[in-house]
């Protein structure tokens, strides 16, 4: 599903988040994925989850990660390591590097939907089109909610940019008993939501958010074990509906209502990612005014989708598409 689109002032800006399961084993095992993956899509933001590093990986000059990492594809890097727990949880954010003035070289709007049928974007698809490349640089990036309970596991970053707020997340799991269940949904769910709703532009969480929150989003819905399974028990979706309640729209859902096996999560250990059955973990939550179309709107969501194919991990990453306009 798209939009139509008619203007001749519009950019388009794509952000991906992928839930990384171990950013090493990454960098060892695909050591192309993160850049086949920039460059392919053309990206300009990348948001990983459960790096599972410490300041010292980032640091280390053997593990090539901090100066080393996108930054021949020309990315801004910020991370965030858990400092309770080692090899733990950790996020990180590649933001695409820009001039303070002049304009952004960016796809037209015919092979940025082309590139989504499968073609790779190179500088010869692109045309400059003049924007203010301000508002594509962040003004200030967070690493904290200012809440202890939360913050030592390094699960966000927030990103300011001038027309909007986007905060990568990288949601606890409740366990596989359920351990943490109370406090993800009573505290954790809460205090995030707290957090965003004192933000005073509109707002974009993305990453994984650990919940399967419909029958369309788990393969094989019904099941009796799911009651009692991290991600799909009755608790964490009615907190993840009381989110969306509190004025927040999930940007697949909204564009997809209706899609069946868009799955972001496949179990390695049971072998289901190639018989797809997998659940969907990984969203883009996003303010209502993202999907306001009027003239007035400056940043509108146009798509989200998930990238199967790309393979690391035992998720996918999952995308988001901006229209970005003068």
């Known amino acids: 599903m798209h939009f139509i689109l ?6 388009a800006f794509k952000i991906a988040s992928w839930n990384v399961a171990g950013l090493r ?12 993956l920039v460059k392919v899509h053309n990206l300009d933001i990348l948001m990983l989850q459960e790096t599972k590093l410490q300041e010292s990986h980032v640091d280390d000059p053997k593990l090539q990660i901090k100066g080393h990492l996108l930054e021949e594809e020309g990315y801004d890097a910020h ?7 080692k090899g733990y949880s950790g996020t990180a954010v590649f933001v695409k590097r820009r001039g303070a003035k002049g304009a952004k070289k960016q796809q037209k709007l015919d092979t940025f939907f082309g590139a989504k049928r499968g073609a790779t974007s190179t500088d010869s698809d692109s045309t400059d089109l003049p924007i203010d490349v301000a508002n594509l640089i962040p003004r200030e990036v967070a690493f904290a909610m200012s809440k202890d309970e939360h913050d030592k596991e390094g699960r966000i970053i927030t990103l300011d940019f001038p027309l909007f707020t986007l905060t990568n997340t990288y949601v606890p799991n409740s366990g596989q008993k359920l351990e943490r ?21 509109p707002v974009i969480l993305g990453g994984d958010l650990n919940v399967a929150h419909t029958n369309l989003d788990v393969w094989n819905d019904g099941a009796k074990h799911l009651a009692t399974q991290a ?9 993840f509906q009381a989110q969306l309640d509190a004025g927040f729209v999930d940007a697949f859902r909204k564009l997809h209502p209706n899609a069946k096996g868009h799955y972001s999560y496949w179990s390695q250990r049971a072998g289901n990612r190639e018989p797809n ?8 939550i996003c303010s209502p005014l993202f999907f306001d179309d009027s003239k007035e709107s400056k ?9 199967p194919g790309v393979i690391g991990s035992d998720h996918c990453p999952v995308v988001l598409e901006l229209e970005i306009r003068k």
């Open 277 to 284: 059955k997998g659940l969907r973990l990984d969203y883009f």
């Open 181 to 201: 269940l109370e406090y993800r949904t009573e505290q954790w769910d809460k205090d995030f939501l707290a957090y965003h709703q004192k933000m005073d532009l």
């Open 6 to 11: 008619t203007r001749p002032f519009l950019i």
């Open 231 to 239: 991600g799909v028990t009755q608790q964490e979706r009615d907190s």
């Open 79 to 85: 991370y965030s390591c858990s400092t309770g727990k």
């Open 299 to 307: 940043v509108v969501v146009r798509d989200s989708y998930t990238l």
């Open 25 to 36: 084993a990454v960098l060892k095992n695909h050591p192309d994925a993160l850049p086949n």
